[in-house]
């Protein structure tokens, strides 16, 4: 006789702590900063992706505050009904022009974003070409379309080719920075190659845009490519700007077509607009606030040649996000548990995030961090390659 359902939920979550997969979720007790307090313990985060250090900024709280006040606190509906309001309206403008592009659409998140550009364009008979250390919204994206999804090794444009003499590939779809790795997508070779077949090239820049570029414009922009009606630019809110959200950039008749048939756009309420305002604020703020990119990247060379003497094992990252790979995910939960022991969060990434074989510790930076921040870091990482 089978399990009853409970039974079988527990043997599947004991088999999880087993394999050291197990995820726990913590509270934390203070604004998104580097000095938090964490389950009832102050700690040196290192593990956001507030890379500019905006989600905190006063100028963006008191842009929610009038907000809030002008607004209410929720949108009260979907775009298509009665939640596409004047502010709204007023960031998708601004991000057009930020990103150079006719027209941006507002989604409620990235994740909603990737599905409804995918399905929305590919479906049934179409040939979806993905890297294969994409984000999960991307892989999910394609198999909610049903179209046929190939995986080419990471950032391998040779196989890509190969893969695109043999199929009709109506999109390409590759992250700008990779999420777990921090390195960027071959842009400019994916660009021709997406051009040459004739088919959508689907860049998720999420971790890239606020982050470089001219005026933090993203990965695009780094490989100095211009906007062109068949690449679609995908960029989430909440990570360099500071507050939530996502929105997709584009030509007119791809924003159009996407109010009419991006399900997750259609059929979800819109973000409240005192967040939008708040959002207005933060885009000003990245763009014009080049220091903070310099403070960044001297942070993260700080931490990249600290990390190097103490003979870690980086990633080919230039960018916030610099893994640590430990290997085993039993080791990287070791290595985290290790860390706030000693007064730091840093987190475990573990299967299925990554592959097997490459559970790591995941180092964000951030520009509202000190040297001195990063120094306690590397002292402690010192003590933890001693304990090896």
């Keep these: 006789m089978s399990q009853h359902p409970p039974t079988h939920l527990r043997a599947q979550l004991d088999e999880l702590k087993a394999a050291h997969l197990y995820r726990h979720r913590r509270i934390r007790e203070t604004p998104q900063q580097p000095c938090t307090i964490v389950d009832g313990r102050p700690l040196l985060s290192f593990c956001s992706n507030d890379y500019l250090g905006l989600a905190n900024h006063p100028d963006v709280i008191a842009a929610f505050q009038r907000g809030a006040e002008r607004w209410g606190v929720g949108s009260g509906a979907a775009h298509l009904v009665t939640g596409h309001s004047a502010a709204h309206h007023a960031l998708e403008e601004a991000l057009a022009a930020f990103t150079g592009r006719p027209r941006a659409l507002l989604f409620s998140t990235g994740y909603m974003a990737n599905l409804g550009i995918i399905t929305a364009l590919v479906g049934r008979g179409d040939t979806l070409c993905q890297d294969r250390l994409n984000h999960a919204s991307l892989l999910d994206g394609a198999q909610l379309s049903r179209a046929t999804l190939c995986r080419y090794p990471h950032a391998n444009t040779a196989a890509l080719d190969r893969l695109l003499a043999d199929t009709k590939t109506r999109m390409i779809a590759t992250d700008g920075v990779f999420s777990m790795d921090g390195d960027l997508a071959p842009l400019s070779a994916l660009t021709q190659l997406a051009y040459q077949a004739s088919a959508w090239l689907l860049v998720d820049d999420a971790h890239g ?8 414009r993203g990965s695009l922009d780094h490989f100095g490519l211009t906007p062109d009606a068949t690449t679609i630019l995908m960029g989430t809110l909440g990570k360099s700007f500071g507050t939530f959200g996502a929105f997709v950039a584009g030509s007119e008749e791809l924003i159009e077509t996407l109010i009419q048939r991006a399900r997750s756009y259609i059929y979800t309420t819109a973000t409240p607009p005192a967040l939008v305002e708040a ?35 980086l990633a ?10 430990a290997g085993t995910a039993e080791q990287a939960l070791r290595w985290s548990q290790t860390l706030e022991a000693a007064g730091i969060l840093v987190s475990a990434i573990r299967p299925p995030t990554v592959p097997a074989g490459t559970a790591r510790l995941r180092v964000t930076l951030s520009a509202a961090q000190t040297d001195a921040d990063v120094d306690r870091l590397l002292n402690a990482l010192s003590k933890l390659t001693t304990a090896i």
């Design 279 to 313: 959002t207005c604020v933060s885009l000003r703020l990245a763009e014009r606030d080049d220091w903070r990119r310099e403070r960044l990247q001297a942070l993260i060379a700080r931490f990249r040649q600290g990390a190097s003497q103490l003979g870690l094992t």
């Design 316 to 325: 080919d990252s230039l960018t916030p996000i610099q893994p640590i790979f």
């Design 209 to 216: 845009l606020g982050v470089i570029g001219r005026g933090g």
